[in-house]
């Protein structure tokens, strides 16, 4: 039995290695399931200190959990895909503005926890790294749907690096404050500007014949 285990072990091992769509499906259900996770810390961080900005981040992150799942799935209608995704992207631009904006009226500092803050550097660091590591291979692969997956990536990013920015300002400044309502302010609207500019160009944009793909 040690052995046999062993064996597949080895198998797996090596299909990791040399399968490079195997590779990405499985990084693809790895990443998906860390998202699901960050959102359902964020409901519970949100419900319990009742907090109005985690519960959204976590509506947030599931929204973009399950476009990473619907990039994920199958291989076909990829234009479909890419405009379902734009437009969502669209869509949650304009719900994180709503956001930002009820924040900045409020003058509330977010929860002052040092956990809860490692926690968030730590997501936005990976998530990051994640939104890199697509870029560059979407650029070498040349491929429809890593092209998604990269601007999904890049989005969640995006949302990550601004729920962070936020939480240092509640937990090292003053919500009352002119310089935290100024970066607020400005952070928000670019925020806004980056996330619409990717949700419209998946819309709008266009490929030659679709190519197959399992990520």
Do not use: H
């Not at 304009?94 to 900045?104: A, D």
Request: aromatic share 8%; with cysteine.
């Amino acid at each position: 039995m040690a052995k046999e285990s062993n064996k597949n072990k080895t198998l797996l091992i090596e299909r990791i290695k040399n399968d490079s769509k195997f590779r990405s499906l499985l990084t693809g259900r790895i990443v998906l399931t860390g998202n699901l996770i960050y959102a359902l810390f964020n409901a519970y961080v949100g419900i319990r200190y009742q907090n109005y900005w985690f519960i959204s981040m976590a509506v947030w992150y599931l929204i973009i959990g399950m476009l990473r799942l619907m990039a994920a799935m199958g291989n076909r209608d990829v234009q479909r895909k890419r405009k379902t995704a734009g437009a969502a992207i669209c869509f949650l631009a304009v719900v994180l503005s709503g956001i930002i904006c009820m924040g900045i009226v409020e003058r509330r500092n977010p929860i002052r926890n040092e956990i809860i803050m490692i926690a968030l550097a730590l997501y936005t660091f990976v998530s990051m790294s994640l939104a890199i590591i697509n870029v560059v291979k979407a650029r070498k692969r040349k491929d429809a749907f890593l092209e998604i997956q990269r601007d999904i990536s890049l989005v969640s990013a995006i949302g990550s690096m601004l729920s962070l920015e936020r939480s240092m300002l509640g937990t090292f400044g003053d919500a009352s404050d002119k310089l935290t309502f100024i970066m607020e302010t400005a952070t928000g609207a670019v925020a806004f500007v980056l996330i619409s500019l990717i949700g419209l160009s998946l819309i709008k944009r266009k490929t030659a014949p679709d190519r197959k793909t399992d990520i």
